[in-house]
């Protein structure tokens, strides 16, 4: 029975700890630029949901419709991360879409399609954008300036709170201290009273 809830454990941690390590490899945001002389451009946010696929939001800019004698698709496509072919994430329509994929990607691009069921991108790569990380959810944000004449004001309220929260921190340890100290007299004192 231990041997099986041990193995479940480690085989639960192993999943953890491997879907965390792609919690953020599509996290972020896209800005697909034109590859030819027209303006087009595409913002794109992708973020893992709980479900562990990547929702897709993409909001574009001057798209020519149609683009092209009989193209009217525009087709966006992910470059997967472990490599392999592109996948097929689905038309822009008018240049507000949503899509959903649980492969990770390092890149997006845009290509006109002539038949909007293809499988494969055609050489037409019209937009092209990498990945930027959310670079505000990474790093701790910076303290705002305080205004002038107050700088000393707000470093003793810091210096204050923290050390109230030392001496908070000590008074807990010494209260846990306290009752181990009391356990362990008591139970001496019910063994030595059990054997005289």
Not at 63 to 84: C, N, Q, R, V
Not at 166 to 188: D, E, H, P, Y
Request: aromatic fraction near 8%.
């Amino acid at each position: 029975m231990k041997k099986k809830l041990l193995t479940a454990l480690f085989s639960a941690l192993i999943v953890l700890f491997f879907s965390a390590t792609r919690t953020h490899a599509s996290e972020g945001t896209f800005e697909l630029r034109s590859t030819g002389a027209e303006d087009t451009r595409c913002f794109v946010a992708s973020l893992l949901m709980q479900d562990f696929n990547f929702r897709i939001l993409v909001s574009c800019r001057d798209l020519i419709y149609p683009a092209g004698d009989d193209i009217f698709s525009y087709m966006l496509w992910a470059t997967p991360k472990e490599g392999g072919a592109p996948i097929k994430l689905g038309q822009l329509a008018y240049g507000k879409a949503e899509f959903r994929t649980n492969k990770a990607f390092t890149n997006l691009f845009v290509t006109t399609e002539r038949n909007a069921n293809t499988k494969t991108p055609s050489s037409n790569v019209v937009m092209r954008g990498t990945l930027h990380s959310i670079t505000f959810l990474e790093r701790p944000t910076t303290p705002t300036p305080a205004p002038p004449g107050q700088e000393g004001q707000e470093a003793e309220a810091q210096t204050l709170s923290t050390r109230e929260r030392l001496v908070a921190g000590l008074k807990r340890a010494g209260l846990v201290s306290l009752i181990a100290l009391v356990a362990v007299i008591g139970l001496v004192f019910v063994v030595t009273r059990g054997r005289g």
